[in-house]
T-cell receptor, first 110, second 115 residues
Framework: QKEVEQNSGPLSVPEGAIASLNCTYS??????FFWYRQYSGKSPELIMS????GDKEDGRFTAQLNKASQYVSLLIRDSQPSDSATYLC??????????FGAGTRLFVKA | EAGVVQSPRYKIIEKKQPVAFWCNPI?????LYWYRQNLGQGPELLIR????????DSQLPKDRFSAERLKGVDSTLKIQPAELGDSAVYLC?????????????FGEGSWLTVV
């Protein structure tokens, strides 16, 4: 079992729709969770961080965390073609190591 | 505020040749990371520094890779000799501290092609 797992996609959604990206992790001692966006040929950039169970909203982005299920998700509302990228889930484990998933490719069709 | 700066951005070398990458972290960030990212994969940690100390180098292939962070600021990652499988993007990153609210910021990356 990989430490951080994501569906590789591609996930294709029409413009204006909600994109839902999911991530599971194996270390129950993990405390902090991050979503990064990576455009092709670019480095990852932080979108959101979440530390507590529940939802955290920032503009069109909502991160959701369920530690009991070891599950974290990212919702993108009103998806735009400019949101097309690879989304990386990152988990700071109990050993203070930040582990990245392989990423989910998102395509937003105009 | 300047971000994480890396150089060179691109490097093409022949196998068995040496290569070095340089990184300057965000000012005031005590923790520095070197990650390697292969195509279609997420970044994988090679080494993490807290100030000058390498606190996690368990994934660094020490037979050919070496790293240093003199004076707790800039860092250099070296590969000698390079192998074809080393072709990847080498990402330097930094964070303010290594605690649980730790947020990692990446540089633009150094793209290595070994031919």
């Amino acid at each position: 079992q990989k430490e951080v797992e994501q569906n590789s996609g591609p996930l294709s959604v029409p413009e204006g729709a909600i994109a839902s990206l999911n991530c599971t992790y194996s270390d129950r001692g993990s405390q902090s969770f991050f979503w990064y966006r990576q455009y092709s040929g670019k480095s990852p950039e932080l979108i959101m961080s979440i530390y507590s169970n529940g939802d955290k909203e920032d503009g069109r982005f909502t991160a959701q965390l369920n530690k009991a299920s070891q599950y974290v998700s990212l919702l993108i509302r009103d998806s735009q073609p400019s949101d097309s990228a690879t989304y990386l889930c990152a988990v700071l484990t109990g050993g203070f190591k930040t582990i990245f998933g392989a990423g989910t490719r998102l395509f937003v069709k105009a | 505020e300047a971000g994480v700066v890396q150089s060179p951005r691109y490097k093409i070398i022949e196998k068995k040749q040496p290569v070095a990458f340089w990184c300057n972290p965000i000012s005031g960030h005590n923790t520095l990371y070197w990650y390697r990212q292969n195509l279609g994969q997420g970044p994988e940690l090679l080494i993490r520094y807290e100030n000058e100390e390498a606190v996690d180098d368990s994934q660094l292939p020490k037979d050919r890779f070496s790293a240093e962070r003199l004076k707790g600021v800039d860092s250099t990652l070296k590969i000698q000799p390079a192998e074809l499988g080393d072709s990847a993007v080498y990402l330097c990153a930094s964070s303010l501290e290594g605690g649980f609210r730790n947020t990692i910021y990446f540089g633009e990356g150094s793209w290595l092609t070994v031919v």
